[in-house]
């Protein structure tokens, strides 16, 4: 039998990544599992000093702004309901590496599962850029549910009504 007593959710806040929170959300629900939405802020001022030091500013307050206009918007995505029902908790975390800090957490954590969307870049724009939901997949700790947007739906509302009427 599966058991899920933790769901984790990461999220860069984009369209697959809400629509990873809604199956996240669900999954937990069905389960009674706790809820977790983390997203990954990048470490700039780690990364002004590293090989790719592509970016210029290294002022700790920047850093500790993007850090907290990440949380704002992890807090907004998690409702009330998601709180009281879920024990849903919102983690920003700091990396250079968001795949690694996310298979970090969850196997800190215990996790048992991680659901996150992804972008389904193809050809030289996953050679350019990677993935971080296929190197997630690759070395989690737990299984990982990736969602594309616009995702498949496993069940429509309509079915549901007509299996009620049965």
């Known amino acids: 039998m599966i058991t899920l007593r933790k769901v984790l959710v990461a999220t860069d806040f984009s369209a697959p990544s809400i629509a990873a929170l809604s199956y996240g959300r669900e999954l937990a ?9 983390v997203h990954v802020v990048d470490d700039i001022v780690m ?17 500790r702004q993007f850090e907290a206009d990440a949380l704002t918007q992890v807090t ?19 990396a250079s590496a968001p795949s690694a800090a996310i298979v970090g957490y969850a196997h800190e954590s ?19 850029m990677g993935s971080v939901s296929e190197r997630a997949v690759q070395s989690a700790p737990c299984p990982v549910l ?19 009427k049965a």
Not at 47 to 63: C, E, I, K
């Open 29 to 37: 629900r069905s389960f009674g599992a706790t809820l977790t939405v």
């Open 47 to 63: 990364r002004a000093y590293g090989v790719d030091s592509g970016v210029l500013v290294t002022d700790p307050a920047v850093q």
């Open 76 to 94: 907004a995505a998690i409702s009330d309901d998601d709180r009281t029902h879920l024990a849903a908790e919102g983690v920003v975390l700091v």
């Open 110 to 128: 215990r996790t048992d599962l991680i659901v996150m969307g992804t972008h389904g870049r193809g050809g030289f724009a996953h050679l350019l």
């Open 146 to 164: 990736t969602v594309r947007h616009p995702e498949h739906a496993f069940v429509h509302p309509d079915a549901l009504v007509a299996v009620a």
